[in-house]
């Protein structure tokens, strides 16, 4: 299980830190990504961390230099630290795990196992 929280209303050039809480598999054997689906968009991969034994870092384009993804093995957790943020950033944010894929897949949903339920990020003044 995976619950994405954290979420809310933050200004134009503000901070949000979204924590994924999972539990019920094996954490630290899995890769944990964060997607985010925008109102009449498709989902789009945002930033991956590979299993604990890498601790590898993923992210796309449009997060790179904003965003940071890290985990917390001790708590089962993984963090999204989003920066500067815009507008365009205002979308559901989403994490889900996933094991033995392409790390260059990470920015697609369907490579993902299993997901859990998200939380909304407005970006707005």
């Known amino acids: 299980q995976l619950q994405a929280c954290g979420g809310g209303l933050v200004q134009p050039g503000g901070s949000l830190r979204l924590p994924c809480v999972t539990s019920?598999?094996?954490?630290?054997?899995?890769?944990i990504g964060w997607l985010r689906q925008a109102p009449g968009k498709e989902r789009e991969g945002v930033a991956c961390?590979?299993?604990?034994?890498?601790?590898?870092?993923y992210y796309t384009e449009f997060a790179k230099g904003r965003f940071t993804i890290s985990r917390d093995n001790r708590r089962s957790t993984v963090y999204l630290q989003m920066n500067s943020l815009k507008p365009e950033d205002t979308a559901v944010y989403l994490c889900?795990?996933?094991?033995?894929?392409?790390?260059?897949?990470?920015?697609?949903?369907?490579?993902?196992?299993?997901w859990g339920q998200g939380t909304q990020v407005t970006v707005s003044s």
């Open positions: 889900a795990a996933r094991q033995n894929r392409y790390e260059g897949s990470f920015h697609i949903p369907g490579t993902y196992d299993f």
């Open positions: 019920g598999f094996n954490f630290d054997y899995y890769a």
């Open positions: 961390i590979s299993s604990s034994a890498d601790n590898n870092t």
